[in-house]
């Protein structure tokens, strides 16, 4: 779907071109030219656009909040919704992806972000297409690192998911998406009832509304690492309630019994990030970082490739690395 089609219906205007898609974009939106349609979720259409000021193709968010949330509660969304998007936009490390500007179109939202490519990690979660196990590990390094650093800035993701992870192979590119996107949710009510958040990722304590922080996002990436690992989830149910109740009372089965040739000092570190409780649970991305380190001597060698993995190109020999001072344990 083309940019100018969506503003046609939106705005009731008229022209199907990029230039009258721009001319009839919400005032906030007018910095930039419209283009195609390239992504879409369930309250959320991505468009490629140009930056007038500075030329730059970038990517667009525009967030359905009027037709997600009563009315009595958008004032409040969109006013943290803007916080969030703040908070985002002072993020500066190479493992993040960069928000450009955001700012409100009528009663919607929209993020305008740097313009990635490569596929979202959902792309590598199935047996015969699953990353080779030393790229995967070092992958979750590098995402435990990005997240130290987030969270040293105060700030948490809280949807951390395969889908917001965006990983291109060729040029060893990784980009953690959405920090913030799932907290315009908190304490508000959807028109649809709409859980916001991916359940199989969340944490006992975000699932139970409890207050989160870092930790939460340390246990969805565990669970995001152990389905990269097994192509499993850590919990899995056809019915919700079912779902939720073993994600906040039972333990995550053993990673090898899913994949026996893990070593297990892997599974030891994914059980960790997956106890129920945050004081169990890694205090720091860091600390994480380090003990996935300490598991790359140990692994076996990619060749014999008993999953079918992708093919391995090594992206990620020149991982980077933020100095991020080590909070400690969490109260």
Avoid: C
């Avoid at 721009?22 to 979720?41: F, K, N």
């Avoid at 196990?133 to 650093?149: D, H, K, M, Q, S």
């Avoid at 009832?193 to 699932?207: C, D, H, Y």
């Amino acid at each position: 779907m083309s940019g100018g089609g969506f503003w046609k219906r939106v705005m009731g205007g008229a022209g199907n071109d990029a230039d009258a898609a721009s001319a009839a974009a919400p005032a906030g939106l007018q910095r930039y030219e419209i283009g195609e349609e390239i992504g879409r979720g369930a309250m959320a259409v991505v468009y490629r656009a140009t930056d007038k000021q500075t030329g730059e193709v970038v990517a667009i968010k525009r967030l359905a909040l009027q037709r997600e949330f009563a009315a009595e509660d958008l004032a409040e969304v969109r006013q943290r919704f803007m916080r969030e998007a703040r908070a985002a936009g002072h993020l500066q490390h190479p493992d993040i992806l960069r928000v450009i500007d955001a700012g409100e179109a009528e009663q919607d939202a929209f993020i305008a972000m740097e313009l990635v490519q490569g596929q979202d990690l959902s792309h590598f979660t199935r047996a015969g297409q699953l990353l080779p196990l030393r790229e995967t590990v070092e992958l979750g390094i590098r995402l435990a690192r990005a997240l130290a650093y987030a969270h040293s800035q105060g700030v948490v993701h809280r949807d951390i998911k395969p889908a917001n992870v965006m990983l291109d192979r060729a040029s060893a590119a990784v980009k953690i998406m959405d920090f913030g996107i799932a907290r315009i949710a908190d304490g508000s009510r959807t028109r649809t009832g709409l859980v916001l958040g991916t359940p199989s990722f969340m944490s006992p304590e975000q699932l139970a509304g409890l207050k989160v922080d870092g930790r939460s996002d340390l246990y969805s990436l565990g669970a995001l690492l152990y389905q990269l690992l097994t192509g499993q989830l850590p919990h899995q149910s056809e019915s919700m309630a079912k779902l939720m109740y073993r994600i906040a009372n039972e333990p995550a089965p053993d990673a090898r019994h899913h994949r026996k040739e893990l070593p297990e000092s892997l599974a030891l570190v994914l059980a960790l990030t997956l106890e129920k409780r945050p004081e169990l649970r890694y205090s720091s991305g860091e600390q994480l970082a380090q003990d996935l380190e300490a598991v790359l001597p140990q692994l076996p060698a990619d060749a014999a490739n008993p999953h079918g993995e992708a093919q391995s190109v090594d992206p990620f020999a020149q991982t980077q690395r933020l100095d991020v001072a080590d909070p400690g344990q969490n109260p």
